[in-house]
């Protein structure tokens, strides 16, 4: 089955054609971070207009790119929500006139099976297993029993991990998107060695070391751990936070790593599935990447760049729902998190 996929929830235009759920005949992406950076995030509506700009030609490259004629694709796929409402329409009014005009059905994807589904591009991965999501919007823990059973059973009940990241980037007065700026910022700190002359609840036995926040079951919350980063800025002051801002994001996101570790652990162990899944853009920071690579040697580590959002696992997510695929053109796209497709 050749599936043509469209993504266009957020700041990245993309298209890919994916035979079977799993190879990747092409992907195209377009990122509009250099275009958003001057207001240190994504301004929607002008997100909206870059997607109108360019997902035409993004079109005919990526079919150029697969080396098939549209006629020759089995359905289109694309995703429906949750992300910015006039983003989303961009891509889902393209779906809708190609599947009119060439009569191609129509996939609608949820955004957050689409990032699970990108573990199953160029791999052989089988469900069941508990996948850890965790992006700029969204982090939750997913119990997958097959490709159609799937239970969330932990979410975050405030700030997403890839929003702590941002925020915390911006106290540390580096560039959107936070999370690839700390990350690199982090990897050059050799020691996380504190002042013994400061109390901080964010430094013990003389080291930066933030604590866990304790939220029952499975759910999350950085936006605590963002304001321990702000009050700890506010403790050693503004010359000496920036001196040390390289420990201070080590120790930041080891935090948010430990975090997700603890919570993955005890639904491994409850739920009696050994098969870890990472996915989404925070999947792609190297303390998670090391911790759970350390701590499940089976792991298989989603590749770095379907970690992003992209058309491919869209592509791919519809592989897995076919039966759903319609001539239905009456869908409206979605903002926020709705119930996963069955």
């Known amino acids: 089955m050749l599936i043509l996929g469209i993504e266009s929830s957020c700041d990245e235009t993309a298209v890919a054609v994916v035979k079977d759920g799993r190879k990747?005949?092409?992907s195209q992406i377009i990122s509009q971070i250099s275009k958003h950076q001057n207001w240190g995030g994504v301004i929607p509506e002008y997100a909206s207009r870059l997607h109108l700009d360019c997902i035409n030609a993004l079109l005919k490259i990526s079919l150029e790119e697969a080396n098939i004629k549209i006629e020759q694709i089995d359905c289109i796929a694309v995703t429906q929500g949750p992300g910015l409402v006039g983003s989303l329409m961009v891509g889902v009014n393209i779906a809708k006139t190609l599947s009119w005009i060439y009569q191609k059905p129509i996939v609608k994807v949820?955004?957050?099976?689409?990032?699970?589904?990108?573990n199953?591009?160029?791999?052989?991965?089988e469900a069941p297993f508990i996948c850890l999501l965790a992006s700029g919007g969204h982090t939750m823990i997913i119990v997958m029993n097959n490709y159609h059973d799937m239970q969330i059973i932990g979410s975050t009940i405030d700030d997403a991990a890839g929003e702590a990241f941002d925020k915390v980037a911006r106290l540390m007065n580096l560039p959107y998107p936070g999370g690839p700026e700390i990350d690199q910022l982090a990897q050059t700190a050799t020691n996380l060695n504190a002042p013994t002359n400061i109390k901080s609840t964010a430094i013990l036995n003389g080291v930066y070391k933030f604590p866990v926040a304790?939220?029952?079951n499975y759910d999350f919350s950085f936006?605590?751990?963002?304001?321990s980063v702000l009050r700890l800025k506010e403790t050693l002051g503004e010359e000496l936070f920036l001196q040390d801002k390289a420990k201070i994001a080590k120790a930041f996101?080891?935090?948010?790593?430990?975090t997700f570790l603890e919570k993955i652990q005890k639904a491994k162990d409850e739920f009696q599935i050994d098969q870890i899944l990472i996915a989404g853009g925070v999947a792609a920071n190297t303390s998670v990447r090391g911790l759970f690579q350390?701590?499940?040697?089976?792991?298989?580590l989603l590749n770095l760049k379907y970690c992003s959002d992209n058309a491919a696992m869209i592509a791919g997510a519809a592989y897995f729902q076919a039966e759903q695929k319609s001539f239905d053109y009456a869908f409206e796209v979605f903002s926020r998190m709705a119930k996963l497709s069955k």
């Open 120 to 125: 199953f591009l160029e791999s052989n991965i």
């Open 24 to 26: 990747i005949l092409s």
């Open 214 to 216: 304790k939220v029952d």
């Open 294 to 300: 350390n701590s499940f040697p089976d792991l298989k």
């Open 110 to 118: 949820n955004h957050i099976y689409g990032h699970i589904c990108a």
């Open 253 to 258: 996101q080891d935090c948010i790593a430990k």
């Open 223 to 227: 936006s605590g751990l963002k304001t």
